[in-house]
């Protein structure tokens, strides 16, 4: 099995994923140090720590926006291993199953919401302008905006481009969805709609990874938390047992440190 048999369709749709042994530095400086993480398909994984702690980097090297130095990343029984050439096929392939939220929203602002939603599914998939606009609509019916499907961008608040950049990668039909800090860049209350979009997709069996802050929706939502501390992976298991009995000095201070705020 390859990724490009993820591309043409021959896998089940809901796949998790395997990182071992995950380093990656920046010329001197260690960013992720010998990291493994596990994720069973179907399961909501929060990533929390102090900024700096490598959360970004190590998600970036999921769907290889970074390339890691060392370990072997697995995704649908495909291995990625440092060395080995990933060619441009496993590439948009593994990218297609993974999809990606960033914290900053990403959308062409010269195209409309439908436009933004459409256009990868055309260029990636190769749907027609009618079917991939068919499905943009039922996306943004999922987001709670099908009234913005003709509005730019720049028309739309932030939580409302947050959602359309939700729907932008799930245009894709991806069986993993990683995001990186959504609501960080968005006041609280907006926040909240984001998060309500994440909490649905979490309850219909979606593979998550998701980096944040939001302590309430890692508790609720989450099946396991990951906290990352100096490159490392620290602890991680049950998030409320971790939240209500940390075993880590730094886990303890950085949960103080959040809670407070
Ligand atoms: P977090 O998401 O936990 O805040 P990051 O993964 O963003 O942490 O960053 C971890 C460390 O890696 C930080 O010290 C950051 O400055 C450094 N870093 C991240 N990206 C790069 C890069 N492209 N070049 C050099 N250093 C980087």
Do not use: W
Request: aromatic share 4%; glycine share 8%.
């Amino acid at each position: 099995m390859t990724l490009s048999d993820i591309a043409d369709g021959k896998l089940a749709p809901r796949l998790g994923i395997r990182l071992d042994n995950i380093s990656k530095r920046y010329g001197a400086h260690t960013v992720l140090d010998d990291v493994s993480l596990h994720v069973e398909p179907g399961t909501v994984t929060a990533l929390i720590g102090p900024s700096g702690a490598g959360k970004s980097t190590f998600l970036r090297c999921i769907n290889l926006l970074e390339r890691p130095d060392s370990g072997s990343i697995q995704v649908a029984g495909h291995i990625i291993e440092p060395g080995k050439d990933v060619n441009g096929r496993d590439l948009a392939a593994l990218r297609q199953t993974v999809g990606m939220v960033f914290q900053s929203f990403n959308l062409f602002p010269h195209m409309s919401a439908l436009k933004n939603i459409s256009f990868p599914q055309q260029k990636v998939l190769g749907r027609s302008k009618d079917e991939a606009d068919a499905r943009s609509m039922e996306l943004l019916k999922r987001v709670g905006l099908e009234e913005k499907a003709t509005q730019h961008p720049g028309r739309c608040s932030g939580g409302q481009q947050q959602r359309i950049a939700i729907a932008r990668a799930l245009a894709l039909d991806p069986s993993i969805m990683l995001f990186d800090e959504p609501t960080s860049a968005l006041d609280p209350e907006v926040g909240l709609e984001v998060l309500a979009v994440m909490r649905e997709l979490a309850a219909d069996g979606m593979t998550m990874i998701v980096v944040t802050h939001e302590m309430q929706f890692a508790r609720d939502v989450s099946d396991t938390l990951v906290v990352m501390a100096d490159c490392k992976i620290i602890e991680q298991g049950d998030p409320r047992a971790i939240m209500s009995d940390p075993q880590e000095a730094r886990t303890r201070r950085f949960l103080r440190a959040v809670l407070e705020r």
